[in-house]
């Protein structure tokens, strides 16, 4: 099995997940005690929040390039960012090394397709739902993706940052999330991309009335298949 490498702690909430999930499909994967070879580089997110808030990208880049031969170095066979928001440098981390970078939105396009969907929802950062880095490798996908209204976008942003990542899950948020859902599914979305890996703390299926794709998850499982493969 490949040593995958972990570009984390944005936020550590998320990562933990991501750790969880990876450790468990292994585990289902090949039974008995088998568990993921990993390397964990955890940035402080704290940093990255004001490289962002200052649209210091290319410095935020910098850092995860950093983080990304760092892991190299150490092994890792293949690299995951474990956010979606910062899949705005991928880019930029992926040519800094030559371990091949798994692009979290690639792999949940795939799983919108196989569920046979076109047309999705996506929530996220207002840097994942208002830029188009992310909307725009969905589209190359064959995708049509919509957002929520500003009110709904900024609603959405502020609950990630001041609450889910930092542990806070609030049944109030919840309840904001399914109206902002139920709205975007008025609007003629046939699924709804968690997109951004915090998200899945709040979110659950029975939460919308159409089909939820948790990235965490599906990046987790396409890393996976990616590390079990010949």
Sequence with gaps: M???GLIGG????????????????????LG???????????????????????GRWTEAGELLADA????????????????????????Q???AVSTPLLHLADATARAV?????RRVGLLGTAFTMEQDFYRARLAAHDLDVLVPGPD???LVHRVIYQELCLGVVREESRAAYRRVIDDLVTAGAEGIILGCTEIELLV??????????PTTRLHAEAAIDAALSA
Excluded at 113 to 117: D, F, P, S, T
Aim: some cysteine.
């Design 2 to 4: 490949k040593t995958l």
């Design 10 to 29: 944005m936020s550590w909430e998320s990562t933990a997940e991501y750790y969880r999930l990876l450790n468990e499909l292994t585990r289902d994967r």
């Design 32 to 54: 008995g005690l088998h568990s993921a070879p990993l390397v964990l580089y955890s940035v402080d997110f704290a940093a990255v929040e004001q490289l962002q808030s200052e």
């Design 68 to 91: 990304a031969r760092s892991l190299e170095a150490a092994g890792a066979e293949l690299l995951l960012i474990c956010t979606n928001t910062m899949h705005k440098v991928a880019d």
């Design 93 to 95: 981390v992926a040519a």
């Design 113 to 117: 397709r196989a569920a046979g969907l």
């Design 152 to 154: 709904g976008r900024a």
């Design 204 to 213: 659950r299926p029975e939460d919308s009335p159409v089909p939820v794709f």
